[in-house]
């Protein structure tokens, strides 16, 4: 079974900065990608950032130059850097990784229960 266990949210005034962090534990064979993923109220869930294996990253508009994604592989964790944050980007935050469980089996996607980040004017 893999799990995918994030920490780090948190309430912060705007401005602030949090970072998440997300490990993932169980049997597998490899971890592919990794992203984050957020879901404010009444909204669809919204890619954040990603980033593969070899550390290639993407990031979501409204957040290029204030969030960086980075991951640590032996650790099997990525992070998410939040600096400069605003109310809007109030949601729950989720770990998202794509997971090869063996060599003979396709990865799968697996999610983390979600973190809650709140933001205050």
């Known amino acids: 079974q893999v799990q995918l266990v994030e920490s780090g949210g948190g309430l912060v005034q705007a401005g602030g900065s949090l970072r998440l962090s997300c490990a993932a534990s169980?049997?597998?064979?490899?971890?592919?990608?990794m992203a984050w993923y957020r879901q404010a109220p009444g909204k669809q869930r919204e890619l954040v950032a990603s980033?593969?294996?070899?550390?290639?990253?993407n990031y979501a508009d409204s957040v290029k130059g204030r969030f960086t994604i980075s991951r640590d592989n032996a650790k099997k964790s990525v992070y998410l850097q939040m600096n400069s944050l605003n109310p809007e980007d109030t949601a729950v935050y989720y770990c998202?990784?794509?997971?090869?469980?063996?060599?003979?089996?396709?990865?799968?996607?697996?999610w983390g229960q979600g973190t809650q980040v709140t933001v205050s004017s």
């Open positions: 998202n990784a794509a997971v090869q469980r063996s060599v003979m089996l396709t990865p799968n996607d697996y």
């Open positions: 169980g049997s597998f064979f490899r971890i592919g990608a």
């Open positions: 980033i593969t294996s070899g550390g290639s990253t």
